[in-house]
């Protein structure tokens, strides 16, 4: 049976046994998720605090670019408090691209591959983005979207990609609940690794889905921009290009760096 809706009744049952205490907060409509978590956190809210919406009218994504959230995608925020350092902290937008491009992998079949540093991409199409945003206090913010149960004309249209849904790449519609559960369950087994010493699965995986290893890509930094070719990512996901002039450049992967991909 596929769950038509995303309530808190059809979300706890498949939440309640995951590694975290997961605590539901779920809408028809909401202005933005990442607001309404990030207000939560700075009131306190534990770790495992979610947000979920049907839909979003005012959803944002990194630079401040709008989100489109029309009905049918999976639109969600949730709290962190990992004791990480700002350098680090940042990294965790790679963490949730590496885990919904593996879900939608594993349940729909698709060719999902990333573009740091939190992209979702099948077929040249973007289906997903995240992004981590500062509550205060320690507490962090993820959020993401996906775009799930959408056709042609109702997928968003943003000026700078063209996007795609699970259901346009293969034709059939899927329950978002468990697309959010498995997703979450995905999110805390590299999540406790990534707040350890051991990364090396998380670089693996990464390098496997990667759209830009080896790729020659343009980066933009606040006003700064830069060439080369795509080297490595390192522990703190931090994206290393072989510089056109010369040299090596780290790029962290914070919200005022962009890349694009080809000459």
């Known amino acids: 049976m596929i769950r038509n809706t995303l309530t808190e009744d059809a979300i706890m049952p498949l939440v309640r046994d995951l590694r975290l205490d997961w605590q539901v907060h779920a809408y028809g409509s909401i202005v933005s998720t990442n ?28 630079r401040g670019r709008v989100w489109e959230s029309p009905p049918g995608g999976l639109w969600f925020s949730f709290v962190v408090r990992p004791h990480l350092p700002p350098e680090r902290a940042s990294g965790l937008s790679v963490v949730a691209a590496v885990v919904v491009a593996r879900s939608v992998i594993d349940v729909a079949g698709v060719g999902a591959r990333i573009k740091w540093p939190n992209d979702v991409f099948v077929g040249g199409r973007k289906l997903s983005g995240s992004m981590v945003l500062s509550a205060g206090q320690g507490a962090l913010v993820i959020g993401v979207g996906v775009n799930v149960n959408m ?25 978002r609940a468990a697309l959010l559960a498995r997703i979450l369950a995905e999110f805390e087994s590299r999540y406790f690794a990534y707040r350890g010493p051991d990364h090396a699965e998380l670089l693996r995986e990464w390098r496997e889905l990667s759209l830009v290893v080896g790729e020659w890509v343009t980066a933009t930094i606040g006003d700064e921009t830069v060439q080369g070719t795509v080297f490595d990512m390192e522990e703190d996901c931090g994206l290393v290009l072989r510089l056109a002039g010369g040299g090596h450049r780290k790029l962290l992967p914070t919200g005022d760096v962009t890349l694009s991909v080809g000459r």
């Open 35 to 62: 607001a309404t978590a990030k207000r939560m956190a700075g009131s306190g809210a534990p770790e495992g605090t979610l947000v979920v919406a049907e839909t979003q009218t005012g959803g944002f994504g990194r």
């Open 151 to 175: 056709e042609g004309g109702g997928l968003p249209k943003p000026e700078w990609y063209e996007a795609t849904s699970l259901l346009s790449e293969t034709g059939v519609r899927y329950d």
